[in-house]
């Protein structure tokens, strides 16, 4: 069946520094999305990426689609005390309906 | 309503019992999930409706979890004989079930604690 496998599991970083996650699906994508759960709460929804090599920016987060549509990346550019959490990507494979998560990166930042 | 309900937000119980979580999703959403989380651990799918096919069951860890859902509304997951490591929150996310639209939308979860 469909997997999709995010790397790194767990991320420390420094507030100020940057942050990559990334996201590799066993099958071509017809979209991936990624979401945010805060410590203590419940993932909410960041965006969708569609096209090969889609690129798309929310202020400090740039999130990437691979040309394949097989793999994903959330860079966050100089971390704020905000940004902790886990990120999940969630791909849904072409010609299925269920969307599958990632296992998550959970993000710790030292102020 | 606004968002997604679960129900009770927390549930404590004894080892063998049996627990019943409630969903209400987003009116209008015809697809519908049930998670398990660990603490610390990821999302652990469990099922999922799509409007009238057949749920899709393939995460269901054993024979004493079922889940329900009557039409396009409530869904309910039935852990029986509960143990131990049952202990989890347990999220529920609906969405429109149309395709480009499939954005989850969670519910705030049940924290189940088997003692």
């Known amino acids: 069946g469909q997997q999709v496998m995010q790397i790194p599991q767990y991320q420390h970083v420094q507030e100020g520094e940057d942050f990559t996650t990334y996201c590799n699906s066993s099958t071509t994508l017809s979209n991936i999305q990624w979401y945010k759960q805060r410590p203590g709460g419940h993932p909410v929804f960041l965006i969708q990426l569609v096209k090969s090599g889609e690129v798309k920016k929310q202020k400090r987060l740039t999130f990437q689609f691979g040309e394949a549509k097989k793999n994903s990346s959330l860079h966050i550019t100089a971390t704020q005390t905000t940004d902790v959490g886990t990120y999940f990507c969630?791909?849904?494979?072409?010609?299925?309906?269920?969307?599958?998560f990632g296992q998550g990166t959970r993000l710790t930042i030292n102020p | 309503g606004a968002g997604v309900s679960q129900s009770p937000s927390n549930k404590v119980t004894e080892k063998g019992k049996d627990v019943e979580l409630r969903c209400d999703p987003i009116?209008?959403?015809?697809?519908l999930y049930w998670y398990r989380q660990r603490l610390g651990q990821g999302l652990e799918f469990l099922i999922y409706f799509q409007g009238n096919s057949a749920p899709d069951k393939s995460g269901l860890p054993s024979d004493r979890f079922s889940a329900e859902r009557t039409g396009e509304s409530v869904s309910t997951l039935t852990i029986q004989r509960t143990q131990q490591e049952d202990s989890a929150v347990y999220l529920c996310?609906?969405?429109?079930?149309?395709?480009?639209?499939?954005?989850?939308?969670f519910g705030p979860g049940t924290r189940l604690l088997v003692l």
């Open positions: 996310a609906s969405s429109t079930g149309l395709a480009g639209l499939e954005t989850q939308y």
């Open positions: 009116s209008g959403h015809t697809a």
């Open positions: 969630a791909g849904r494979r072409q010609g299925a309906q269920k969307l599958v």
